[in-house]
């Protein structure tokens, strides 16, 4: 799966021009200052560092690639942001003390362009392929605030963060059958008086009733938008 995710980068089918673009620029700039690795001097003091990013982001790739966990959910590249930091601190520490040089100068080109191309990539992700707006998502889920203290049952990715706001007054938890980090959150959800189901990614429709936790749930009014989800009040 990982191979064929950088593969769709590198043909450029990943629908993410700018990153397969960044990619690129990347790999050169890694070919490069391993051909010149021989004209970097770092200091006594910065060789164990150097050191420690480098072996980081190998063994947090390797933990990676051997873990369940990961390949159950396809191996996401959010997995690896520990490697994006290492990598980058090794690179950089080894780039400060290439000797200076053309290929340097040109090195730091590159480097800015793929500064460059890598945040402008991600405001056009966000603009255009996901979530196509630049609306914080705190601001679509500060309106459940309107609703007092409530509990709310969703799938995984429309259930925790719609408490981030006011986690007081508001509790979420993903359904049953979803990813329940945890579990002392999902019962304190089903001691509310009030809960609101989030249908989306979970539910087609919403039923007349329906049993979360051990507890049996009945709808109690109509559905409606609300934090850019659909919802409906239920009872106990």
Not at 40 to 62: R, S
Not at 113 to 130: E, H, L, P, T
């Amino acid at each position: 799966m990982f191979i064929v995710s950088i593969s769709d980068l590198l043909v450029f089918k990943a629908n993410e021009t700018f990153t397969s673009v960044y990619f690129y620029l990347v790999l050169i700039l890694v070919v490069t200052i391993f051909v010149f690795f021989t004209k970097i001097q770092l200091p006594e003091n910065q060789k164990k560092w150097f050191l420690f990013f480098v072996l980081d982001c190998i063994l947090i790739f390797g933990l990676i690639m051997i873990s369940k966990w990961s390949y159950t959910n396809g191996v996401p590249r959010r997995y690896f942001a520990s490697n994006y930091i290492t990598f980058w601190m090794a690179f950089l520490l080894a780039f400060e003390y290439l000797a200076e040089t053309k290929i340097k100068q040109v090195m730091r080109i590159l480097l800015l362009f793929a500064v460059i191309i890598a945040g402008a990539g991600c405001v056009y992700n966000m603009k255009y392929i996901w979530p196509k707006t630049l609306k914080p998502k705190a601001k679509y889920v500060r309106e459940f605030e309107s609703l007092g203290r409530i509990g709310i049952i969703g799938n995984y990715w429309n259930s925790y963060i719609n408490s981030v706001t006011d986690p007081e007054q508001i509790i979420a938890t993903p359904d049953d059958r979803s990813s329940v980090r945890n579990r002392e959150m999902a019962y304190e959800v089903m001691k509310r008086d009030t809960f609101y189901i989030i249908r989306d990614g979970w539910l087609e429709v919403f039923p007349d009733s329906l049993n979360q936790f051990g507890t049996p749930l009945y709808k109690n009014g109509e559905e409606f938008r609300m934090g850019d989800c659909s919802v409906c009040r239920y009872r106990k």
